[in-house]
């Protein structure tokens, strides 16, 4: 079914607004802008034409649907677009690994963290990489030791207690940083709560969305629902403390897969992290009370897709309310990553470019850490500047410690 | 004195059709139009080839006419026709017992129906009603009127054939009661010619009889008006008609990007009875709600009227006159040599034209047969041409262009291959690229924006001319090809006609359209005022100042600005008391536009715990980015102090409501904003307001301006140059020395125009058209200051004096301006252009850099639905997100939601409202009873007949009435909501796009209800 059923270009007055705010616009002349290819080519896509060749080019990051001032879910039609054109157009074997990174992480389980890191990050394995087109410039972020991500998963049994959350790891935290996972759980049952991780989840499938791998992201979609249905029914809450997985899970099912009808359903059981901790301090099952200040100040980047949620800079909101904390708001628009995009060939740079004011607020802040929300935008903010970076959860965590 | 062996008078489908059908038997034909071609009734239809399947029943002639000439079209005009197919559907509300009748008759007419299964329908047309209780499919397609007609005339030239538009006969010459020639007029050279001939057809359809009486013959023609809606997209892949005897409202045309539904029908006694309503849009979308349930989802980009000539001798009028048509040999009635042809439909034209010149060629004694329907109209173009199109347009241009162009498109294709920048897109919602649009320009048959929309869908998309507009005029002033006009007058007469269409539908997305029109047109550009008041100061003895003297002296401010408030000062980090509800606030700003963002900035430097809730980046990249406080007033400009001028407002005028203090404090608040982040605002105008030239040509009037965009020396200088930038569309440097060359305060000045060879790569190499953004960006590096340096020294004209486009960098930073005057020795004026705005974009910078210094929460990407209101004050704000709500809770409530361009009043065709409290917002409509104080009125009395013109429109001023604390009010003037006050745009009671005021009011506002919060 056409995209047409259930998203129409109409409201969308050509006025540029999302021109002048697109960060890939900005950093190069070869994308058309999303503009021209979302709502205004997508008249033409409902013509029969085939795709607008800079679509390419869209990184998803969706500073397109947050500076729209009618409503137009203009990222929504970057994305089927390009849907449509990967099934008929073979993508390269980069973006199927880059896509499938969930996959890729449960296939290389049995191998201890260190070998493959070794294997993947050598000067040889970047070259192969490199020509097939994952950039050997890429910050590629490396696999956690197998003992975190053990103890991350050590809790897939359902405790019995008043209050249970369930925590959805995404891939990132599963196979790079386990512990920011378990900082999460650690606040969790601060608050009182039992924590379960679910094994039946899988990636979200953003990955797969922005690669073009819609069928493969309507797998994951299905599946991914089914297992919030039974969590919303038990009337457990499920924590992610990945904005993008976020997004999508409570979202972009909807919007996505407008045809399949029950997917997104129950996105409304699926909480941000920080925005779940911000909740509970209002309802005072929470407290920072005990939290002591920081020493030093932390500058912060809001990631695209924690503000495409529409709750806020939730980090940043949830860290000021400690006493004596300093956060510096960056308040620059993206980091340039887009999830794998900054590590393809060919966008490599033009992430640099898109993150390049970010880097330089973080190093002007003069704060020795940053803070993100997002998993690949600590990456990026690590390579661009130089500067170490935490999420805000994993500092709070030892605020109150 | 011409002669032609016959003359065909109208340039429709029928008058080209004879015209060609002529030309290919070898007889030499003239055609003349009084308008354009397809001007008339042969465009103003929904572009049905029919079947004959909505005729089977009613008209069994006309339907076998139908699938005969169908099949013939489709053959013959590839490039007019799309094969959508089309379907009948059997909705609940039709009879079922006409289905085996319509069965039957399509069967006895040999038009194939078949039934589509429920399923497969619902399948290949998803928005169509899932209650349809039968689908057949039948052999109708979509066919272009504008192009059918226009090819046929190439085809005829072809054959030695001509046609001449904007000719309109004055007289038909009789002898011996025998026609022997006309009289015309040329209605664009003024001149008359008379033109004699063996023979005449008049082919006039509706006007049929107009032209008749010129002769003195009478032909009864009853003209019948159809309403037709163009919908924004195509939600429909085929042609849709409803199974039922023929009515108003029943089909549905896919028309490359759009559909086009209709008709009704109205008997009339003009022909040119063309104006649609409202009451026949409301009507139509009423009826097609049955198709298509979500209808009044779908944006109507326009609505429009034709009429229907019906062949009327015994009086029939509407549906019950036949759609066959009549040729009728003036013989009987006493004059030879002279036939009219009227009546039928569109679908058998070219069978009306083989039958009018069979007769009128048997009296000529030409035996040559009729070959109309074995020749394809316009041949494809050679594998040759073709190859070199695909060198030059993209995949989906080089599409739209081969149908569009004909025979032109070898005309068009030199063009871009002589120069590569032809190849950017002129018109960015229906593809038209400036190669296309130039070879149409340049034939002679054009001479306004309007014919050469009607060959290329130039402004027929989406923005309906918002941006090709100005475009365009820029393109044919670069090229001198503006027929001896202004391009003021060029762009206004184009939106104009599009205003026309946009009228009757004037709420909802349209409206919001028409908000962005009146935002670039009449507050950025003041396309519609005077060059300034007429006291502007003449070129003195000041002339001639070397630069280096003029920076010494530095810029003047106006005396009248308070120094900024104490409170301004950047705070400390914001201190917790323990036990505080944390996660409310004392003040909750909605929007984050300028009104919104100087709101929360007002109240957080106030030590006010402030969160920001905003959907959408807010107008401010749109917008001029100057301080604009009231160039007009009372319909003339303001021609000294504005704060005097204020005094003679309107009572409920934000202004008055503020009082000037308070106006002047705000001001002052921008302007230290403004210097913290080190750009400059000041008030140029000694005490008066400051008239700035615009990228259109125009002065606009402003009150605070960076020294960038101080006009001081293009007021006193003896020569200016004006300097462009190749492939920068939005910007034409003679367009600006035309429009300037005609105010009188410029008169006799030495100008001249220059265009600077693009910093930012050819064409070729697939980048995107070049905005002023782009260009800001690029002057963001050193690489790019040092091009431009190097290109004023070299290129620029010896002028003092340079008028660039905006794109001195896109941060708010004063210096580069400086620096740039000190490096090329002269005076630099950087002039605003339509968005993406760059200036618009400097002042989102100041903003954005005052509010990152800022404990501020913020909420992007939230849509405010709903509030909690007790006792007259609002309790909590609910946002929507995923199907959960947040609540939000705060003592003190600031609404800036904008207008109807932000959506925060939303009209529908009956009443408008606010959009989170629902307050009633006073409108004319259809019942605009509900809370207001308007009692009755068509969506008509919303607007003007004239778009421009400088007078209000009745909808400009709607928005929340407030009081003088900008709390809302009812029409009692009691206080509705105690802790919420509306600022920008939502409040009524002013006309920012008219009075120039727009900004000013946002900042005032913002920044008084953010310091009292």
């Not at chain 2, 042969?42 to 000439?69: K, M, N, Q, W």
């Not at chain 2, 009853?222 to 919908?231: E, I, S, V, Y």
């Not at chain 2, 407002?649 to 608040?669: K, Q």
């Not at chain 2, 796009?993 to 009292?1012: D, F, I, M, N, Q």
Request: aromatic share 6%.
């Amino acid at each position: 079914m056409k995209a047409s059923s259930m998203h129409n270009p109409d409201a969308c007055t050509a006025c540029t607004i999302c021109v002048a705010h697109c960060p890939v616009a900005e950093a190069t002349l070869k994308f058309r802008g999303p503009k021209f290819t979302g709502p205004a080519y997508e008249r033409f896509r409902l013509l029969g034409f085939g795709d607008e060749a800079s679509l390419e080019y869209c990184s998803n990051c969706k500073n397109c649907d947050i500076s729209c001032p009618s409503g137009v879910p203009v990222s929504t039609f970057n994305m089927l677009a390009r849907a449509e054109y990967c099934k008929t157009h073979p993508q390269p074997l980069r973006d199927w690994i880059l896509g499938h990174a969930g996959l890729m992480g449960t296939m290389t389980g049995p191998f201890p963290a260190w070998m493959i890191n070794l294997g993947m990050n050598n000067p040889l394995t970047r070259l192969v990489m490199d020509a097939m087109g994952i950039d050997k410039r890429a910050p590629l972020p490396s696999f956690a030791p197998r003992q975190e991500r053990k103890a991350l998963h050590a809790r897939s049994a359902l405790p019995k207690a008043d209050k249970v959350a369930a925590f959805f790891p995404g891939c990132f935290i599963n196979y790079y940083e386990p512990q920011v996972g378990l900082d999460v759980i650690r606040l969790l049952e601060m608050a009182g709560y039992a924590v379960v991780v679910p094994e039946n989840f899988t990636c979200c499938g953003l990955p797969l969305v922005a690669g073009g791998f819609a069928d493969d992201a309507l797998d994951y979609a299905r599946t991914n629902s089914m297992e919030l249905a039974r969590w919303a029914r038990a009337g457990i809450p499920v924590i992610t403390a990945c904005p993008s997985c976020a997004l999508m899970l409570s979202r972009e099912y909807a919007d996505l897969f407008p045809a399949e009808e029950g997917l997104g359903r129950f996105g409304s059981s699926v909480h941000e992290a920080c925005a779940f901790f911000l909740s509970l301090i209002e309802k005072g099952e929470l407290s920072l009370r005990n939290a002591r200040a920081a020493a030093t100040p932390m500058s912060y980047h809001a990631p695209c897709h924690l503000r495409a949620l529409g709750q806020g800079r939730t980090g940043l909101d949830l860290l000021r309310l400690v006493p004596g904390v300093q956060v510096i708001d960056t308040d620059e628009k993206c980091c340039g990553i887009s999830g794998s995009y900054g590590f393809k060939k060919g966008k490599y740079d033009i992430g640099m470019a898109v993150g390049s004011p970010l880097f330089r607020a973080m190093k002007e802040s003069n704060a020795p850490l940053s803070l993100s929300e997002c998993g690949t935008c600590r990456v990026q903010m690590r390579h661009g500047s130089g500067i170490p970076s935490r999420h805000p959860l994993s500092v709070l965590v030892s605020l109150l410690g | 004195m011409r002669h032609t062996q016959v003359i065909v008078i109208g340039g429709g489908a029928t008058g080209t059709g004879i015209l060609r059908d002529l030309c290919m038997r070898g007889v030499s034909a003239l055609l003349v139009e009084q308008g354009d071609l397809a001007s008339g009734t042969s465009s103003r239809f929904h572009g049905l080839l029919h079947s004959g399947a909505r005729y089977a029943v009613s008209d069994p002639d006309a339907a076998r006419e139908c699938i005969t000439e169908n099949a013939v079209l489709k053959r013959i005009g590839g490039y007019c026709v799309e094969e959508t197919e089309g379907w009948f559907v059997l909705t609940p509300e039709d009879d079922p017992a006409f289905e085996p009748v319509w069965l039957k008759a399509c069967r006895d007419c040999g038009i194939p129906a078949t039934p589509v299964p429920l399923g497969e329908a619902k399948r290949r047309e998803p928005n169509l009603h899932a209650d349809a209780r039968a689908v057949y499919r039948v052999p109708d397609a979509a066919v272009d009127g504008f192009r059918l007609v226009w090819h046929n005339v190439m085809s005829a030239r072809r054959y030695g054939g001509d046609a001449l538009t904007y000719c309109r006969v004055e007289k038909i010459h009789t002898e011996n009661g025998r026609a022997t020639g006309i009289t015309v007029q040329h209605l664009r050279g003024g001149e008359r010619e008379e033109i004699t001939c063996d023979f005449i057809i008049n082919a006039t359809g509706s006007w049929a009889g107009n032209v008749a009486q010129l002769a003195g013959i009478d032909v009864n023609v009853a003209p019948d008006r159809g309403t037709l809606l163009a919908f924004n997209h195509r939600f429909t892949e085929r042609v849709i008609n409803r199974l039922r005897r023929p009515t108003d409202g029943d089909i549905f045309v896919p028309h490359g990007s759009i559909t086009i539904f209709g008709t009704t029908s109205v008997p009339t006694d003009r022909a040119d009875d063309t104006t649609p309503t409202s009451d026949e849009v409301l009507a139509l979308l009423q009826t097609g709600k049955a198709l298509f349930p979500k209808i009044e989802e779908y944006r109507i980009l326009r609505a429009f009227a034709g009429t229907r000539p019906l062949y009327s001798p015994h009086h029939d009028t509407g549906r019950a006159a036949t759609r066959n048509f009549v040729i009728i040999d003036h013989a009987e009635q006493g004059l030879s040599g002279m036939v009219s042809v009227t009546g039928g439909k569109f679908t058998s034209y070219r069978l009306m034209a083989e039958k009018t010149c069979d007769h009128v060629c048997a009296l000529l004694g030409v035996t040559e047969p009729c070959r109309t329907a074995e020749e394809s109209i316009i041949p494809a173009p050679s594998p040759a041409l073709l190859d070199r199109a695909k060198r030059l347009f993209p995949a989906a241009g080089l599409e739209l262009a081969v149908a569009r162009m004909g025979d032109d498109l070898e005309n068009a294709v030199t063009g871009a291959e002589k120069d590569p920048w032809k190849r950017l897109i002129l018109c960015e919602c229906e593809l038209v690229t400036m190669a296309e649009f130039e070879a149409v320009a340049r034939e002679q048959s054009s001479s306004s924006l309007n014919d050469i929309r009607r060959r290329t869908r130039l402004g027929m998309g989406t923005c309906q001319g918002n941006f090709c507009a100005l475009r365009a005029t820029g393109a044919l002033t670069e090229q001198n090809l503006t027929w001896g006009q202004g391009p003021r007058e060029v762009f206004r007469q184009f939106l104009e006609e599009r205003w026309h269409g946009i009228r009757p539908l004037l709420w909802g997305n349209q409206l919001r359209e028409v908000e962005l029109e009146r935002g670039i047109y009449g507050a950025s550009l003041n396309v519609d005022g005077e060059c300034g008041p007429v006291s502007c100061a003449p070129p003195d003895d000041g002339l001639g100042k070397s630069v280096g003297e003029n920076l010494g002296e530095g810029p003047v401010a106006a005396p009248s600005l308070p120094s900024p408030p104490a409170a301004a000062a950047p705070l400390p980090p914001p201190v917790i008391t323990e036990g505080e509800e944390p996660c409310s606030y004392d003040v909750i700003v909605v929007g984050a536009g300028f009104s919104g963002l100087t709101a929360a900035l007002a109240a957080v430097r106030r030590g006010k715990k402030t969160m920001l809730i905003n959907r959408g980046g807010g107008a401010i990249a749109i917008g001029g980015g100057t301080i604009d406080l009231l160039g007009y007033a009372q319909g003339a400009p303001v021609a000294g102090d504005p704060f005097g001028a204020m005094q003679a407002l309107d009572a409920d005028h934000p202004y008055r409501l503020l009082g000037t203090d308070s106006i002047r404090e705000a001001l002052g608040f921008i302007t230290a904003l403004a210097d913290e982040a080190g750009y400059s605002y000041r008030a140029y105008g000694n005490g008066a307001n400051v008239w700035l030239p615009t990228a259109a040509g125009t002065m606009k009037p402003s009150w605070l301006t960076s020294p960038g965009m101080n006009p001081e020396h293009i007021l006193r200088a003896k020569s200016f140059g004006v300097v462009g930038i190749t492939g920068m569309k939005d910007f034409s440097a003679r367009m600006v020395m035309a429009g300037l060359a005609s105010c009188p305060q410029f008169s006799g000045r030495d100008m001249a125009a220059v265009t600077l060879p693009s910093p930012l790569g050819q064409p070729e190499s697939g980048l995107r058209d070049t905005t002023a953004l782009d260009l800001a960006r690029f002057l963001d590096t050193p690489e790019g200051v040092e091009w431009l340096t190097r290109a004023l020294i070299k290129e620029a004209p010896g002028k003092e004096t340079i008028l660039i486009p905006s794109i001195l960098g896109t941060r708010p930073d004063s210096s580069l301006h400086a620096r740039l005057e000190e490096a090329t020795g002269r005076h630099i004026i950087e002039l605003h252009c339509p968005p993406p705005s760059v200036t618009g974009l400097r002042l989102l910078g100041i903003l954005r850099a005052a509010l990152r210094r800022t404990p501020v929460s913020r909420i992007e990407n939230a849509t405010v639905t709903h509030a909690t209101v007790a006792d007259g004050r609002c309790v909590a704000l609910h946002t929507a997100q995923g199907g959960e709500t947040t609540r939000y809770t705060a003592r003190e409530f600031i609404i800036a939601t904008g207008g109807f361009f932000s959506e925060g009043i939303w009209a529908g065709p009956e009443e408008a409202r606010e959009a989170i409290f629902g307050l009633p917002v006073a409108m004319p409509g259809k019942n605009a009873g509900a809370g207001t104080h308007e009692a009755s009125g068509q969506v008509e009395e919303r607007s003007l007949p004239r778009f421009f013109g400088g007078s209000r429109h009745p909808f400009a001023a709607a928005g929340v009435a407030v009081d003088s604390s900008l709390r809302p009010v009812s029409l009692a003037g009691e206080v509705l909501l105690h802790n919420v006050r509306f600022v920008g745009r939502t409040i009524g009671g002013y006309d920012y796009a008219l009075e120039k005021s727009g900004s000013g009011v946002a900042l005032a506002t913002g920044y008084y209800a953010g310091s009292r919060a």
